[in-house]
């Protein structure tokens, strides 16, 4: 079973600091990750995705790549209470077909 | 602005009913999702569309029906052998299953049992 993990949390931060959310993911074949913020009641809006190993920096977002640990993480740095929201991972896995596997997310809150 | 239309944004199903929920895109996608979020869990895949006239099952499609006449349009029923509906559907999209492209959301609906 192909599988896409994420601590449920919820993982509360105060404002200002770095939150710093982990995804680990079970197919090696997986090629493209995505990071997904869903606020409460509303859809997932796409906030990052990364392709190759190292990392993407977007504003205040930092995507990171491993493949060979098979890890994801994103980092939110200078947290704001508007950050609090389930974030959500998903990796694009190719054995077996192409098949975009999200996990379950990870609840942040930010303190002010 | 290119996006992806859901309605209703909330849905009521009595008892043995069918139901259906739109999802138009203006996107210009090949590839079309439908997805079923419960509460405090991830996104279930429903069905999904390569193309025009071609729809695969997902993980949870026992209950569920789709058609794809058009390249904008996917919508889902949620039919009286689905025993328990009520959830969050979500209509996604991508430029082809098999690209690095991300999905994109529509705003979703919500349905639950009168």
């Known amino acids: 079973q192909k599988e896409v993990e994420q601590n449920s949390g919820p993982l509360s931060v105060p404002e200002g600091a770095i939150a710093s959310l982990n995804c680990t993911y079970s197919d090696r074949g997986s090629q493209s990750f995505f990071w997904y913020r869903q606020y409460s009641g509303k859809s997932p809006e796409l906030i990052m995705f990364i392709y190759s190993n190292g990392d993407k920096e977007d504003g205040r977002f930092t995507a990171q790549l491993n493949k060979a640990s098979q890890y994801v993480s994103l980092l939110i740095r200078d947290s704001q209470p508007s950050d609090s929201a389930t974030y959500l991972c998903?990796?694009?896995?190719?054995?077996?077909?192409?098949?975009?596997?999200f996990g379950a997310g990870t609840r942040l809150f930010v303190k002010a | 602005d290119g996006g992806i239309t859901q309605s209703p944004k909330y849905l009521f199903r009595k008892e043995g009913q069918n139901v259906t929920l739109s999802c138009e895109q203006n996107?210009?996608?090949?590839?079309m999702y439908w997805y079923r979020q419960d509460p405090g869990q991830g996104l279930r895949l429903i069905y999904y569309s390569q193309i025009v006239n071609d729809f695969q099952k997902g993980d949870i499609a026992e209950g569920y029906s789709v058609s794809r006449e058009k390249k904008e349009s996917f919508p889902l029923t949620v039919t009286s052998a689905q025993k328990n509906p009520t959830a969050f559907y979500l209509c996604?999209?991508?430029?082809?299953?098999?690209?690095?492209?991300?999905?994109?959301f529509g705003d979703g609906t919500r349905l639950s049992i009168l």
């Open positions: 996107l210009n996608h090949d590839a």
């Open positions: 996604a999209s991508s430029t082809a299953i098999t690209s690095n492209q991300p999905q994109h």
């Open positions: 998903a990796v694009t896995e190719v054995t077996g077909g192409f098949k975009t596997i």
